[in-house]
C-alpha cells in the first residue's frame, strides 16, 4: 500500500482478520493479547500510512498490562466460585507461562505501579515476557489454516522488532473499536471454552469486566488527587459536587480504554451519565489540555503515587486519534448536560496538535 489504503484493501484487511480468529489455531490467549497489543500501539504512536516498527520489547511490555489484572484469582460477584476464586486458565494444556510469570510478581507487588517504580525487576519480568512473544505468538499469528497469511508483517525470526506493512497501522487506528471488540469477544469465549475453568466461572458471568475492566480502588484513590488538583467541582458544567464525585474518562472508555491519569476529571454524576460513549465538544477538550498542561509534573507525580500511571504524550495521542475518527464520519460531541451536541468540530484537532506541539517531540519512543 502506498497513501492511506483503498476501500478494497481495507475490506481485505478486515477479511483477513476476521479470517485470522474465526480459523487461527488458538491453543493460549496469547495470539489475542497480540493483536491487542499491536492495534493499541498503532494508536498510541500517532498517524501513519506507511510501515510501523514495533519493538518486541515493547509488546513484552503491553502483555504484561494486558495481563496483570488476569493472572489474579477470578471470583464472581455472586460468590458462586469455588474456594473464593482460582485463576482463570488461558491454555488448553497447563497454565500459559506468561500468567505464570506475572504470577510471581503479583505475589510480591500487588500494584503494577509498585512493579514499574523497581526499573531492575519491571525490566527482568518484561524481557522475559518479550522473550517468550518472539519465540510463540508473534510467528505463529498469522497461521491460519495451517498456512501464512502475511497480512500484517512479515515475519522474520530472532529480529529485535516487527515492522507492520505500510498501511496496516492506518487501519488499525482506524478500525480499533471494532478490533478491540472483536478479540475481546474472542478472548472471553476461548476462556469460557475450557473445560477446567467452568467451575471457576460459576454461573455469574462478569467475565468481560474481570478481564478488561477498570480497577476501581485505584480509581478511588485518584478521585483524591483529582480532588487536589480541581477542587470539589464538576469539571464540565463547574458546579460544586454533591456526593461521591465521579472519576471520568475525559476519552470514554468505550472509544479506547485508557487508564493513563491525565485522561481522567471528576464530574458529577448527572453529567457523566449525560455524557456517555460521547467526547466532550471544543471547549471541553480546551480546557482539559490546559488542566493538564498548567498542572505539570506536580500532577503526574501524585497520580503516580496513587497507583495510575501518567504518559501525557500517549494520552494525547489518543485524543487526536479519537477526535479525528469522529471528525472524519461527522459524528456529534458532547456540550453539557441535558445531551446538547454539536459536531466534532476541525478546531477540536488543531487544540490537540497544538498540545503535542508543545511537548516538543512528534512521537513517543
Same mark, same amino acid.
Given at each position: &500500500?502506498? !497513501?492511506?489504503?483503498?476501500?478494497?484493501?481495507?475490506?481485505?484487511?478486515?477479511? =483477513?482478520?476476521?479470517?485470522?480468529?474465526? +480459523?487461527?489455531?488458538?491453543?493460549?490467549?496469547?495470539?489475542?493479547?497480540?493483536?491487542?497489543?499491536?492495534?493499541?500501539?498503532?494508536?498510541?504512536?500517532?498517524?501513519?500510512?506507511?510501515?510501523?516498527?514495533?519493538?518486541?520489547?515493547?509488546?513484552?511490555?503491553?502483555?504484561?498490562?494486558? @495481563?496483570?489484572?488476569?493472572?489474579? /484469582?477470578?471470583? #464472581?460477584?455472586?460468590?458462586?466460585?469455588?474456594? !473464593?476464586?482460582?485463576?482463570?486458565?488461558? =491454555?488448553?494444556?497447563r497454565q500459559a507461562g506468561v500468567?505464570?510469570?506475572?504470577?510471581?510478581? %503479583?505475589?510480591?507487588?500487588?500494584?503494577?505501579?509498585?512493579?514499574?517504580?523497581?526499573?531492575?525487576?519491571?525490566?527482568?519480568?518484561? =524481557?522475559?515476557?518479550?522473550?517468550?512473544?518472539?519465540? &510463540?505468538?508473534? @510467528?505463529?499469528?498469522?497461521?491460519?489454516?495451517?498456512?501464512?497469511?502475511?497480512?500484517? @508483517?512479515?515475519?522474520?525470526? $530472532?529480529? /529485535?522488532? *516487527?515492522?507492520?506493512?505500510?498501511?496496516?497501522?492506518?487501519?488499525?487506528?482506524?478500525?480499533?473499536?471494532?478490533?478491540?471488540?472483536?478479540?475481546?469477544?474472542?478472548?472471553?469465549?476461548?476462556?469460557?471454552?475450557? #473445560?477446567?475453568?467452568?467451575?471457576?466461572?460459576?454461573?455469574?458471568?462478569?467475565?468481560?469486566?474481570?478481564?478488561?475492566?477498570?480497577?476501581?480502588?485505584?480509581?478511588?484513590?485518584?478521585?483524591?488527587?483529582?480532588?487536589?488538583?480541581?477542587?470539589?467541582?464538576?469539571?464540565? %458544567?463547574?458546579?460544586?459536587?454533591?456526593?461521591?464525585?465521579?472519576?471520568?474518562?475525559?476519552?470514554?472508555?468505550?472509544? @479506547?480504554?485508557?487508564?493513563?491519569?491525565?485522561?481522567?476529571?471528576?464530574? $458529577?454524576s448527572r453529567c457523566n451519565l449525560?455524557?456517555?460513549?460521547?467526547? #466532550?465538544?471544543?471547549?471541553?477538550?480546551?480546557?482539559?489540555v490546559e488542566r493538564n498542561r498548567?498542572?505539570? /509534573?506536580?500532577?503526574?507525580?501524585?497520580?503516580?503515587?496513587?497507583? &495510575?500511571?501518567?504518559?501525557?504524550?500517549?494520552?494525547?495521542?489518543?485524543?487526536?486519534?479519537?477526535?479525528? *475518527? +469522529?471528525?472524519?464520519?461527522?459524528?456529534?460531541?458532547?456540550?453539557?448536560?441535558?445531551?446538547? *451536541?454539536?459536531?466534532?468540530?476541525?478546531? %477540536?484537532?488543531?487544540?490537540?496538535?497544538?498540545?503535542?506541539?508543545?511537548? !516538543?517531540?512528534?512521537? /513517543?519512543?
Amino acid at each position: &500500500m502506498t !497513501g492511506e489504503p483503498t476501500p478494497a484493501e481495507e475490506l481485505a484487511f478486515l477479511g =483477513n482478520l476476521r479470517l485470522l480468529l474465526a +480459523d487461527g489455531a488458538f491453543v493460549s490467549t496469547y495470539k489475542f493479547a497480540l493483536l491487542r497489543a499491536i492495534a493499541d500501539e498503532c494508536v498510541e504512536r500517532g498517524a501513519t500510512t506507511g510501515a510501523l516498527e514495533i519493538t518486541v520489547q515493547r509488546l513484552g511490555e503491553r502483555f504484561v498490562e494486558l @495481563y496483570w489484572r488476569q493472572a489474579r /484469582p477470578f471470583a #464472581p460477584a455472586n460468590g458462586e466460585a469455588v474456594g !473464593g476464586g482460582r485463576q482463570l486458565l488461558q =491454555n488448553t494444556g497447563r497454565q500459559a507461562g506468561v500468567i505464570r510469570r506475572i504470577e510471581e510478581e %503479583c505475589r510480591r507487588r500487588p500494584l503494577l505501579s509498585e512493579l514499574r517504580r523497581s526499573p531492575d525487576a519491571w525490566r527482568k519480568l518484561t =524481557n522475559d515476557v518479550a522473550s517468550t512473544v518472539r519465540k &510463540m505468538p508473534l @510467528y505463529k499469528l498469522q497461521t491460519i489454516g495451517g498456512r501464512k497469511l502475511e497480512f500484517l @508483517y512479515e515475519e522474520q525470526v $530472532d529480529e /529485535p522488532h *516487527v515492522t507492520l506493512k505500510p498501511g496496516v497501522a492506518w487501519l488499525f487506528r482506524k478500525h480499533h473499536g471494532l478490533v478491540r471488540d472483536l478479540v475481546e469477544v474472542a478472548w472471553i469465549r476461548f476462556i469460557q471454552s475450557l #473445560p477446567r475453568n467452568a467451575e471457576v466461572l460459576g454461573r455469574g458471568q462478569e467475565l468481560g469486566q474481570f478481564l478488561f475492566g477498570t480497577d476501581r480502588e485505584t480509581l478511588a484513590r485518584v478521585a483524591g488527587v483529582l480532588r487536589e488538583v480541581d477542587g470539589a467541582r464538576c469539571f464540565y %458544567c463547574e458546579r460544586t459536587i454533591e456526593g461521591a464525585p465521579h472519576v471520568d474518562h475525559f476519552v470514554p472508555w468505550s472509544r @479506547y480504554a485508557l487508564d493513563l491519569g491525565h485522561n481522567f476529571v471528576l464530574a $458529577d454524576s448527572r453529567c457523566n451519565l449525560d455524557k456517555r460513549t460521547w467526547l #466532550p465538544a471544543a471547549a471541553h477538550l480546551e480546557k482539559w489540555v490546559e488542566r493538564n498542561r498548567l498542572a505539570g /509534573p506536580a500532577f503526574e507525580s501524585r497520580l503516580l503515587a496513587a497507583g &495510575m500511571p501518567s504518559q501525557l504524550r500517549t494520552t494525547l495521542w489518543v485524543a487526536q486519534w479519537a477526535y479525528s *475518527v +469522529d471528525f472524519a464520519s461527522g459524528a456529534a460531541s458532547w456540550i453539557k448536560k441535558t445531551r446538547r *451536541v454539536e459536531p466534532v468540530r476541525e478546531a %477540536c484537532l488543531e487544540i490537540v496538535s497544538r498540545a503535542i506541539a508543545r511537548l !516538543g517531540e512528534a512521537r /513517543p519512543g
